[in-house]
């Protein structure tokens, strides 16, 4: 009797012939898109169980809204403070993962909100999110593509680093793409001339590896292309360029996780882990800025969530409660790795007011970006 192939020899196999269909080489943007994204056997559209808080639980990582409501409940009220302010009831939201923040939000919200719509690619994911979020009803909708005009407030968190990145690489002096070849029939990083550069100088002749990020700086303009009214809000872990280009930054910051462990080798067990880039928030936010965005401000997850009143009403509770909150705003933990930005529509048919976001009402670092 014949085994049939597992999803990752079928997936290999098609990144295989993707990379044969291409001359033998692939950018490692494209090589991350199929990994992560191929229909039925990618990464995130397969039935695997990605978040958890513990390995235990067949998860691969941790996400904010999974380790407390409290993350959605801070959230929802610069989201209603964004709502108010920009005459919109409407929230979408990006990557929604396991329906965990968008139940959050939907039950802080209530009735501040009229619609609820997930972009979200995933098939396997969309049926947890519509299993845990019927008893919303026909206030969800989930969509496959942005249409050509929407209006509200746009929230996503950890949906940038999935976005495929291009790796340039600088050996002896040279500045070249890294991109995948098969070598034995193993997956390979292979290296091709390229005009392509980091958006600083990295000062120094050593080796360098980095990574930049149009598709995520494209995402942005789109939404800036798309949203007439509204505000968006984006929760990622990243740096400013000043910090993400630093010449000690030299291995590049692209990281896979599985099993609540990480690893940098996104070419073994391709489809089985996530892989990842942090965010350079200083394109996103002069993508938005170029695109018609303003930015309301850049700052780090937990200042960010202090400000909207994380601790609020935590005076009695328990200990377990209170540990997973720390973990949302320990610099140590999720607090300062991760990034807040936020952008506001500024157009002749919606001209920014000049609102205060709540979130950024302290500390807020975009003289950095």
């Known amino acids: 009797m014949t085994t049939p192939p597992s999803l990752t020899s079928t997936l290999a196999g098609a990144i295989r012939g993707a990379i044969a269909g291409a001359g033998g080489w692939l950018g490692f943007d494209r090589f991350m898109a199929l990994a992560l994204y191929t229909p039925g056997l990618g990464y995130y559209a397969s039935d695997s169980r990605k978040f958890g808080l513990m390995p235990g639980s067949g998860s691969d990582f941790v996400t904010a809204p999974e380790l407390s409501p409290r993350f959605g409940q801070a959230l929802a009220r610069q989201v209603a403070q964004a709502l108010d302010a920009t005459g919109t009831t409407e929230v979408w939201e990006f990557g929604a993962g396991s329906g965990a923040l968008a139940s959050q939000l939907l039950e802080t919200l209530g009735s501040k909100i009229t619609r609820y719509t997930i972009v979200d690619l995933s098939g396997s994911l969309q049926a947890r999110q519509r299993e845990r979020l019927a008893g919303w009803g026909d206030t969800v909708h989930w969509v496959s593509e942005l249409p050509a005009q929407m209006q509200g407030v746009v929230v996503g968190n950890e949906v940038l680093d999935a976005m495929p990145v291009q790796l340039l690489a600088r050996v002896d002096g040279v500045w070249q793409e890294r991109g995948v070849a098969v070598l034995d029939g193993e997956f390979v990083h292979a290296d091709q001339p390229t005009a392509l550069r980091p958006p600083l100088e990295v000062p120094g002749s050593h080796d360098y590896l980095t990574e930049i990020h149009p598709q995520a700086e494209a995402f942005v303009r789109t939404l800036a292309d798309r949203l007439q009214a509204g505000a968006v809000f984006l929760l990622d872990y990243g740096f400013?360029?000043?910090?993400?280009?630093?010449?000690?930054?030299?291995?590049?910051?692209?990281?896979?996780?599985?099993?609540?462990?990480?690893?940098?080798?996104?070419?073994?067990?391709?489809?089985?882990?996530?892989?990842?880039?942090?965010?350079?928030?200083?394109?996103?936010?002069?993508?938005?800025?170029?695109?018609?965005?303003?930015?309301?401000?850049?700052?780090?997850?937990?200042?960010?969530?202090?400000?909207?009143?994380?601790?609020?009403?935590?005076?009695?509770?328990?200990?377990?409660?209170?540990?997973?909150?720390?973990?949302?705003?320990?610099?140590?933990?999720?607090?300062?790795?991760?990034?807040?930005?936020?952008f506001a529509v500024d157009s002749k048919a919606c001209p920014w007011d000049g609102w205060q976001a709540i979130g950024f009402g302290e500390g807020d670092r975009s003289h950095t970006l």
């Open 240 to 342: 400013p360029e000043h910090e993400y280009y630093h010449p000690q930054r030299s291995m590049g910051t692209v990281m896979c996780h599985r099993g609540h462990l990480a690893d940098a080798d996104a070419l073994q067990d391709v489809g089985e882990k996530d892989i990842t880039a942090h965010v350079n928030f200083s394109g996103i936010a002069l993508a938005g800025q170029e695109a018609g965005f303003q930015v309301l401000g850049y700052t780090s997850q937990a200042r960010f969530l202090l400000n909207c009143g994380l601790l609020d009403g935590m005076e009695d509770a328990p200990l377990a409660e209170r540990a997973m909150v720390q973990k949302l705003v320990n610099e140590h933990e999720m607090g300062e790795l991760f990034k807040v930005i936020g």
